[in-house]
């Protein structure tokens, strides 16, 4: 049961981050989405704390791996450096490191996920 908590988490903060990117490309092609692209900052800051919340929890009951927690933590580190480099609107290291969040969001979400049959088993 809990690691139906942490995929949860994890989909809502990949989704999350997608949904970041358009924002992003809202606000690059007019100024005036700053304040939509700043809300979605700041959300994505709160699932990423409720992401490492519950990757503790999950952890805890079941004695599982404390990866997805190392990987929690670490994402947030990141989103926290995230927001600061927007706030100072150092857009040549705030777009790639956005990208890179997307990836390792979407690598950690498959890495949740278990796969149902294969090509082997056919």
Known sequence: MPTKFLRAASAL?????F???ITAGLLLSSPTNGPLHSAGAYTVFVVAVLHLVVAILAWRPGGGSP???LYA???????SAQVALGIAHLTTLH???GALMFGTSLLQLTRLWPVRGSATQM
Not at 73 to 79: I, R, Y
């Open 13 to 17: 903060l990949t989704v999350t981050v």
């Open 19 to 21: 949904v970041q990117t």
């Open 95 to 97: 777009v790639p490191l």
């Open 73 to 79: 933590a670490g994402f947030l580190v990141v989103t």
């Open 67 to 69: 990866g997805p927690i």
